[in-house]
Nanobody, 114 residues
Framework: QVQLVESGGGLVQPGGSLRLSCTAS????????MGWFRRVPGKGRELVAL???????NYADFVKGRFTISRDNAKNTVYLQMNSLKPDDTAVYYC????????WGQGTQVTVSS
């Protein structure tokens, strides 16, 4: 089992940047993959970005070239650097540990608005 705590959300203007952090309660070195998902009101949760234990990454088409996922195993932390933010990026962002059992953080609100 692992507990995940997200931070770094907030209000930002269109075109701005935010960096989300997700800190795990134990080592993430052996976790198959860590990911960021988001939920927009009225829609289901959708994948934003994924990073495997080997460092491979996968991005949703709508964030390619704008968002970057990374991990620091020594700090048990996964990051999501979000640049060129758009109003459509407004959502609750969730961190997840992906494996035979998925574990989720509580979510952090990101609002992109002028």
């Amino acid at each position: 089992q692992v507990q995940l705590v997200e931070s770094g959300g907030g209000l930002v203007q269109p075109g701005g940047s935010l960096r989300l952090s997700c800190t795990a309660s134990r080592t993430i070195f052996s976790i198959n993959a860590m990911g960021w998902f988001r939920r927009v009101p009225g829609k289901g949760r959708e994948l934003v970005a994924l990073i495997t234990s080997g460092g491979g990454t996968n991005y949703a088409d709508f964030v390619k070239g704008r968002f970057t996922i990374s991990r620091d195993n020594a700090k048990n932390t996964v990051y999501l650097q979000m640049n060129s933010l758009k109003p459509d990026d407004t959502a609750v962002y969730y961190c997840a540990a992906v494996g035979p059992t998925n574990y989720w953080g509580q979510g952090t609100q990101v609002t992109v608005s002028s």
